[in-house]
């Protein structure tokens, strides 16, 4: 258990507490999937808050990775970003910001110092609505 495991072998610990296992979980590498078994839903949020991981599956395996419009990915070791659907997209493209400041002389004035009367005016005006 010191590397992922990409076969069929799932590794079952046993644990004194919720919190026992929480260290346990959160004193090795971010897993790329977590796996939370039992019907107490305040327990399943303890479990979510107190710990990073990739996907997460409550009350089975690996299911997480099949519904097509979940993002999936790792955290940390595991890879980190999310690889499917709108946010592989995301994940796999650049939004790039670009603005391009007006030629109107009077608009371009405005907005540079010194800043006088038509600014004030302007700024009063958007923050009154």
């Not at 992922?4 to 046993?14: D, R, S, W, Y």
Request: no cysteine.
């Amino acid at each position: 258990m010191h590397d992922e495991i990409f076969g069929p072998i799932l590794p079952i610990l046993g644990y004194r507490s919720i919190d026992d296992a929480l260290e346990t979980i959160r004193s090795g590498s971010r897993p790329l999937a977590l796996y939370y078994f039992g019907a107490d839903d305040e327990r399943a949020r303890q479990v979510l808050d107190g710990t990073a991981s990739g996907g997460v599956t409550i009350n089975d395996v690996m299911t997480h990775m099949f519904v097509e419009d979940m993002p999936y990915g790792g955290i940390g070791a595991s890879g980190m970003g999310a690889y499917r659907g709108e946010a592989g997209f995301r994940t796999f493209s650049h939004a790039r910001a670009i603005y391009r400041q007006t030629e109107v002389k009077q608009a371009v004035a405005l907005f540079h110092p010194p800043y006088g009367d038509a600014f004030r005016t302007f700024l009063s005006a958007a923050i009154s609505g």
